[in-house]
Each structure stands twice: as structure tokens, then as C-alpha cells.
T-cell receptor
């Protein structure tokens, strides 16, 4: 299965600022996803990162707040913009090769907004 | 919409006990089911992947079963150890690459 390197592992940020999270995969994968896990909650899909085109966002998430880049099949970034304390969560990237393959997740970014 | 439920929400057992975690889902039209482990503040580690055509998968002290028709899966952990303490999540893969997560079971193994 793929190996994902996710950075940073954690950060404490001031409200109103932005943070960019990076995920690097050790092999080419078609599908890459970004999730949010709010404190005490399960995972919620933010968007699917598409290579060469705009990301596909889930209901409740917008590009202005969570811009995503996917310049190639091994790399993606998620930016959390104009942060507020409500954005304090764990953010995770994930990949899947499609079909009956399972999902692989990054090690997560624990974000605290003060 | 697929709904995934895990019971119990939390479980505390003494070291050495065998235990079972439960996962149920409402729509049996799934590609596969995956069990994950999550340590506090960390990402997800895949433990076992069961395809929709399979009944069970084993890895070391872990055994996962799948009964697709009844919408149930169990994760059996043998001879539990303190290092097994974590939150365990099940997730089912539906069509269009949708992954539906359960609410998780927080396991504490007491030395």
C-alpha cells in the first residue's frame, strides 16, 4: 500500500492567518482526499483533490476557505484560510487506488487556532 | 445514505482479555469494509480490509468478520495488551469512492 508523508504534524496558529498542509505520496495515485476530524468526532470529507483540475468539495466546504492544489499524482496541499478557533481539528489526507483497494491515511495535522 | 454505527463507544478491559468490537451499516451495497486504529491526535492506521465477497480477514492477534447481508462486522482482538489502547474505527466503501466512517470505539487496556 502507499506511504503518505504529511506535514506539519501539528501547529498552533493565530486567528485570521492561514496554514498550508502538505501530503506527499510515495507512488502515483489517482484519488486523493482531504478529511477533517473535529474534537471527539469522526472524520468528515472536505474534498477530493483532482490532478490537473479543481477539487471537488463536499457540502458545507468551499474553495475560498479550503483551497486545494494537486499539481501531480503524488502531491497535494490543503490550505485552511482566515482561521478561527472553530477550525481547530485534525486534518488528514488519504489516497485510494480505486476499485476494491483500501484507503491509506497520512499521519494527520493537529491544528489549534488561538 | 449509508450510516455506520459502532458499539460500544468505549470499552475498558484488563490486559490479556479477548474482546470484540462491533460495527453495523445500513446499506449492504458495499465494495469493502476497513478497520482502522487511531491514536490520540494522530492519523489512521489500516488494520484489516475485507472485500464484500469475503467473510473474514486475519492479521496476527486481529480477526475481522463481515456479514454483508445483515450489515455487520466484528473486530476480534485476542490477548489484549496495553499497546492496543486506541480508538478503533470501521469504514465502509460505497460507490463513487464514498467512504463512510463509524463513530469509533475507544479501547483502554489496563495493565
Amino acid at each position: 500500500s502507499a506511504v503518505i508523508s504529511q506535514k506539519p504534524s501539528r501547529d498552533i496558529c493565530q486567528r485570521g492567518t492561514s496554514l498550508t498542509i502538505q501530503c506527499q505520496v510515495d507512488s502515483q495515485v489517482t484519488m486523493m482526499f482531504w478529511y477533517r476530524q473535529q474534537p471527539g468526532q469522526s472524520l468528515t470529507l472536505i474534498a477530493t483533490a483532482n490532478q490537473g483540475s479543481e477539487a471537488t468539495y463536499e457540502s458545507g466546504f468551499v474553495i475560498d476557505k479550503f483551497p486545494i492544489s494537486r499539481p501531480n499524482l503524488t502531491f497535494s496541499t490543503l490550505t485552511v484560510s482566515n482561521m478561527s478557533p472553530e477550525d481547530s481539528s485534525i486534518y488528514l489526507c488519504s489516497v485510494n487506488k480505486g476499485g476494491n483497494y483500501g484507503y491509506t491515511f497520512g499521519s494527520g495535522t493537529r491544528l489549534t487556532v488561538v | 445514505k449509508q450510516e455506520v454505527t459502532q458499539i460500544p463507544a468505549a470499552l475498558s478491559v484488563p490486559e490479556g482479555e479477548n474482546l470484540v468490537l462491533n460495527c453495523s451499516f445500513t446499506d449492504s451495497a458495499i465494495y469493502n469494509l476497513q478497520w482502522f486504529r487511531q491514536d490520540p491526535g494522530k492519523g489512521l492506521t489500516s488494520l484489516l480490509l475485507i472485500q464484500s465477497s469475503q467473510r473474514e480477514q486475519t492479521s496476527g492477534r486481529l480477526n475481522a468478520s463481515l456479514d454483508k447481508s445483515s450489515g455487520r462486522s466484528t473486530l476480534y482482538i485476542a490477548a489484549s495488551q496495553p499497546g492496543d489502547s486506541a480508538t478503533y474505527l470501521c469504514a465502509v466503501k460505497g460507490g463513487a469512492n464514498n467512504l463512510f466512517f463509524g463513530t469509533g470505539t475507544r479501547l483502554t487496556v489496563i495493565p
